[in-house]
């Protein structure tokens, strides 16, 4: 069926009034502030029309780039291929965000309903041999053009895109292909929305109060309203949001409590019932391969790391397998202390996964005489955040002015901002999306409704979205976080400051590797605790005295203590997602989570520690985004933590010519440089791995260099 015909079919089917409404927001100006979108006015079938509009508009503009009888150039094919899309990217860009924190039936329907049709659209562009064609002339004669360094790039992204895209395959190939994609794309959606299901209405309900011993009081309060929400007052209940359920596992006495949800947590995905992804993840994984097969690769992994920096899955697995065996011996050592923790008790069994975290918090405070309970009343949500843009001024001269009561909202406990440069001018709109709730997606991520652009001369400036599930305020008691939830936010402020800073013309150059995309929200968690922005944020939300400096010391002596748990969850889930989509062939029985097991005990992961996400909850790589490329955080980490160390070099951890080049050189330039020439242009040499193992307590005497795409010996 030709696409104008399938879209013409696909509103009628929807309701054929859907086509002709006149009110739709989504289709006009916003009439708001710096043009937010007015979210309390959209619809869900506005949503419908502005999508179909949205992909026949572009329809429209590429059939218009095709009959264009000038002679193919930079401007008549390029940029306008480039800026086609407008509609579509608004609408998909209000909705995206909406969707994934606060997602609805409805709103899963439609992904559904539209995922064939975003498929077919854009296999429409990229398998088009006419604008191909255009592209290629374009690309084969740029020299001709004098076009600046930005431009390059856009024509080398949007002809690899074409390429990648399956532009050169033979007819039946690319009918093969848009198959595949269109099958890929549904099974992401449905693996996703299974595991959003399975994380907000998965339960562990306890009848008694003494069950619960251990566990900070503002936690038992928020399991005691949760089981109101749900119709059973008088009892405690936790779902699979880690703000829930990773204090029973840290704090909770009741070790059959502590197997109950930590069992619940990690088969998420893994029931045998409806929302079960086992089936789902192997489809996934043998469709990729095929895909891969189909574009001239060996496997999946091939194909994805193409484009990456680190270009082959030997240099992936050269760096994962550089730090795995320090890991594991810190892990196994950790252990130690943990046997030794259960002996003090009186007991005298082996160590289960569901004892991890509470006996190495226990050996931590052994250890150290910390206690993490201590340290969270220092640590209220709102004073972190204005820690957080403490160091934003200070490293760049942002300031923040709070417009939560004058901005369109699109969540109640959503607050936003105006973000000023150093010149005055307004340089992005921020938006917060601290706490948890129904129809919100799992852990934490940086979205926009509105990304960096031009309109002639004029910077579109963008809207930046933080989403994370946070400690809630409790009774009495403020939202006070854990030393983890304050890391996780300056984290994702950091993609927020990437995000603010962007600075270029074309769509087309926005986007960084994935493996470099971790740098300005992983360099960021390094000012979190340093003594001087404790200072400003960490007060007491009683009595507001600032963190007494012994408790500082002990933050800072204790922070490389668990590590080697931290590190080894982090890699076996990375190795799993490499071993997936390494494979050359794909069993037609092949069970992922036999598939997991089998491989990481070949690798000789202790039986207590289960990689951070299991196949079946592992969204970063099933959901799409992160497809062989979990890796790129252990990636990353080799760049942030050599980059703060430039920091940490000069004396001064706000070294004003160290952040104007990290600004410069890392933060505005979207994708116009490469990953490893914007690192080295703000270095000033490659980045160095031992930096990274004296983060975790890892280091070995060995230091080692990052190197275009591979790791070599200094």
Same mark, same amino acid.
């Given at each position: 069926?030709?696409?104008?015909?399938?879209?013409?079919?696909?509103?009628?089917?929807?309701?054929?009034?859907?086509?002709?409404?006149?009110?739709?927001?989504?289709?006009?100006?916003?009439?708001?502030?710096?043009?937010?979108?007015?979210?309390?006015?959209?619809?869900?079938?506005?949503?419908?029309?502005?999508?179909?509009?949205?992909?026949?508009?572009?329809?429209?503009?590429?059939?218009?780039?095709?009959?264009?009888?000038?002679?193919?150039?930079?401007?008549?094919?390029?940029?306008?291929?480039?800026?086609?899309?407008?509609?579509?990217?608004?609408?998909?860009?209000?909705?995206?965000?909406?969707?994934?924190?606060?997602?609805?039936?409805?709103?899963?329907?439609?992904?559904?309903?539209?995922?064939?049709?975003?498929?077919?659209?854009?296999?429409?562009?990229?398998?088009?041999?006419?604008?191909?064609?255009?592209?290629?002339?374009?690309?084969?004669?740029?020299?001709?053009?004098?076009?600046?360094?930005?431009?390059?790039?856009?024509?080398?992204?949007?002809?690899?895109?074409?390429?990648?895209?399956?532009?050169?395959?033979?007819?039946?190939?690319?009918?093969?292909?848009?198959?595949?994609?269109?099958?890929?794309?549904?099974?992401?959606?449905?693996?996703?929305?299974?595991?959003?299901?399975?994380?907000?209405?998965?339960?562990?309900?306890?009848?008694?109060?003494?069950?619960?011993?251990?566990?900070?009081?503002?936690?038992?309060?928020?399991?005691?309203?949760?089981?109101?929400?749900?119709?059973?007052?008088?009892?405690?209940?936790?779902?699979?949001?880690?703000?829930?359920?990773?204090?029973?596992?840290?704090?909770?006495?009741?070790?059959?409590?502590?197997?109950?949800?930590?069992?619940?947590?990690?088969?998420?995905?893994?029931?045998?019932? *409806?929302?079960?992804?086992? #089936?789902? @993840?192997?489809?996934?994984?043998?469709?990729? $391969?095929? =895909? !891969? /097969?189909?574009?001239? +690769?060996?496997?999946?992994?091939?194909?994805?790391?193409?484009?990456?920096?680190?270009?082959?899955?030997?240099?992936?697995?050269?760096?994962?397998?550089?730090?795995?065996?320090?890991?594991?011996?810190?892990?196994?050592?950790?252990?130690?202390?943990?046997?030794?923790?259960?002996?003090? *008790?009186?007991?005298?069994? #082996?160590? @289960?996964?569901?004892?991890?975290?509470?006996? $190495?918090? =226990? !050996? /931590?405070?052994?250890? +150290?005489?910390?206690?993490?309970?201590?340290?969270?009343?220092?640590?209220?949500?709102?004073?972190?955040?204005?820690?957080?843009?403490?160091?934003?001024?200070?490293?760049?001269?942002?300031?923040?002015?709070?417009?939560?009561?004058?901005?369109?909202?699109?969540?109640?406990?959503?607050?936003?901002?105006?973000?000023?440069?150093?010149?005055?001018?307004?340089?992005?709109?921020?938006?917060?999306?601290?706490?948890?709730?129904?129809?919100?997606?799992?852990?934490?991520?940086?979205?926009?409704?509105?990304?960096?652009?031009?309109?002639?001369?004029?910077?579109?400036?963008?809207?930046?979205?933080?989403?994370?599930?946070?400690?809630?305020?409790?009774?009495?008691?403020?939202?006070?976080?854990?030393?983890?939830?304050?890391?996780?936010?300056?984290?994702?402020?950091?993609?927020?400051?990437?995000?603010?800073?962007?600075?270029?013309?074309?769509?087309?150059?926005?986007?960084?590797?994935?493996?470099?995309?971790?740098?300005?929200?992983?360099?960021?968690?390094?000012?979190?605790?340093?003594?001087?922005?404790?200072?400003?944020?960490?007060?007491?939300?009683?009595?507001?005295?600032?963190?007494?400096?012994?408790?500082?010391?002990?933050?800072?002596?204790?922070?490389?203590?668990?590590?080697?748990?931290?590190?080894?969850?982090?890699?076996?889930?990375?190795?799993?997602?490499?071993?997936?989509?390494?494979?050359?062939?794909?069993?037609?029985?092949?069970?992922?989570?036999?598939?997991?097991?089998?491989?990481?005990?070949?690798?000789?992961?202790?039986?207590?520690?289960?990689?951070?996400?299991?196949?079946?909850?592992?969204?970063?790589?099933?959901?799409?985004?992160?497809?062989?490329?979990?890796?790129?955080?252990?990636?990353?980490?080799?760049?942030?933590?050599?980059?703060?160390?430039?920091?940490?070099?000069?004396?001064?951890?706000?070294?004003?010519?160290?952040?104007?080049?990290?600004?410069?050189?890392?933060?505005?330039?979207?994708?116009?440089?490469?990953?490893?020439?914007?690192?080295?242009?703000?270095?000033?040499?490659?980045?160095?791995?031992?930096?990274?193992?004296?983060?975790?307590?890892?280091?070995?005497?060995?230091?080692?260099?990052?190197?275009?795409?591979?790791?070599?010996?200094?």
């Amino acid at each position: 069926m030709k696409k104008h015909l399938l879209l013409a079919a696909f509103a009628l089917g929807l309701g054929g009034h859907c086509m002709a409404q006149t009110d739709n927001p989504l289709l006009k100006e916003y009439d708001t502030p710096y043009g937010i979108a007015p979210f309390d006015k959209i619809t869900l079938d506005n949503y419908r029309e502005g999508f179909l509009r949205g992909m026949e508009e572009q329809k429209q503009e590429v059939e218009a780039i095709i009959k264009n009888r000038a002679v193919p150039d930079f401007e008549n094919t390029i940029a306008a291929l480039d800026q086609s899309g407008k509609l579509l990217r608004k609408v998909q860009s209000t909705f995206g965000p909406i969707s994934s924190s606060n997602s609805t039936v409805e709103m899963r329907a439609l992904q559904k309903e539209l995922s064939p049709l975003f498929s077919a659209h854009n296999d429409d562009i990229y398998l088009n041999p006419l604008l191909f064609d255009k592209v290629k002339q374009v690309y084969d004669n740029r020299e001709k053009f004098g076009l600046d360094k930005e431009q390059n790039k856009v024509l080398d992204n949007i002809y690899k895109r074409f390429v990648r895209g399956g532009a050169n395959l033979s007819d039946a190939q690319k009918e093969e292909l848009r198959q595949l994609n269109s099958e890929i794309s549904m099974l992401q959606i449905q693996f996703s929305q299974n595991l959003m299901q399975e994380t907000n209405n998965t339960y562990v309900t306890v009848d008694k109060i003494e069950e619960l011993e251990g566990l900070p009081e503002a936690n038992i309060a928020a399991a005691a309203r949760m089981a109101e929400a749900n119709g059973q007052p008088g009892k405690w209940m936790f779902n699979m949001q880690r703000p829930s359920c990773n204090p029973v596992l840290q704090y909770c006495k009741n070790r059959d409590l502590r197997r109950r949800v930590y069992e619940a947590y990690y088969n998420r995905g893994n029931q045998g019932n *409806e929302y079960d992804n086992k #089936e789902i @993840a192997r489809k996934l994984v043998t469709l990729r $391969l095929q =895909k !891969a /097969k189909l574009m001239g +690769y060996e496997d999946y992994a091939s194909m994805a790391l193409d484009d990456r920096m680190a270009k082959t899955s030997d240099n992936v697995y050269r760096l994962l397998d550089q730090v795995w065996t320090p890991a594991v011996e810190k892990a196994k050592e950790e252990l130690d202390d943990i046997r030794a923790e259960i002996r003090k *008790e009186g007991y005298d069994f #082996e160590p @289960a996964g569901w004892d991890y975290m509470y006996y $190495l918090d =226990k !050996a /931590k405070q052994a250890k +150290y005489a910390i206690d993490e309970n201590e340290v969270r009343p220092y640590l209220e949500i709102n004073n972190v955040l204005k820690g957080i843009f403490y160091v934003a001024n200070k490293l760049y001269g942002l300031t923040f002015r709070e417009c939560t009561s004058e901005f369109p909202v699109y969540e109640s406990s959503a607050q936003s901002w105006e973000v000023i440069d150093k010149d005055g001018k307004v340089l992005s709109i921020f938006y917060s999306d601290y706490y948890p709730r129904d129809g919100k997606g799992a852990g934490a991520w940086c979205t926009g409704f509105r990304g960096q652009s031009y309109n002639g001369e004029e910077r579109v400036i963008p809207i930046v979205v933080n989403v994370c599930n946070m400690n809630t305020p409790s009774g009495d008691k403020p939202a006070l976080q854990s030393i983890d939830n304050v890391e996780t936010m300056f984290h994702e402020f950091g993609h927020a400051l990437h995000s603010f800073m962007r600075d270029v013309h074309y769509n087309s150059v926005s986007s960084v590797e994935r493996d470099f995309v971790e740098l300005p929200s992983q360099i960021n968690e390094h000012w979190a605790f340093e003594p001087e922005v404790l200072e400003v944020y960490a007060k007491h939300y009683q009595t507001g005295e600032t963190i007494p400096m012994e408790l500082v010391k002990k933050i800072e002596e204790s922070s490389k203590y668990g590590q080697g748990f931290a590190t080894v969850e982090y890699l076996a889930a990375s190795l799993t997602d490499m071993d997936l989509h390494t494979l050359k062939e794909v069993p037609a029985d092949l069970n992922v989570m036999d598939f997991e097991t089998e491989r990481l005990a070949a690798r000789g992961i202790p039986s207590q520690i289960f990689p951070r996400y299991r196949v079946t909850n592992f969204s970063h790589t099933m959901g799409g985004g992160y497809t062989a490329g979990y890796y790129s955080y252990m990636w990353a980490e080799v760049l942030d933590c050599d980059g703060f160390q430039a920091f940490k070099e000069t004396g001064d951890l706000f070294n004003q010519e160290m952040a104007e080049k990290f600004r410069k050189y890392v933060l505005t330039p979207g994708g116009i440089d490469d990953g490893m020439t914007m690192y080295k242009n703000f270095r000033g040499r490659e980045p160095k791995i031992d930096a990274l193992l004296e983060n975790r307590g890892l280091l070995k005497k060995e230091a080692k260099v990052l190197k275009d795409g591979d790791i070599e010996k200094k």
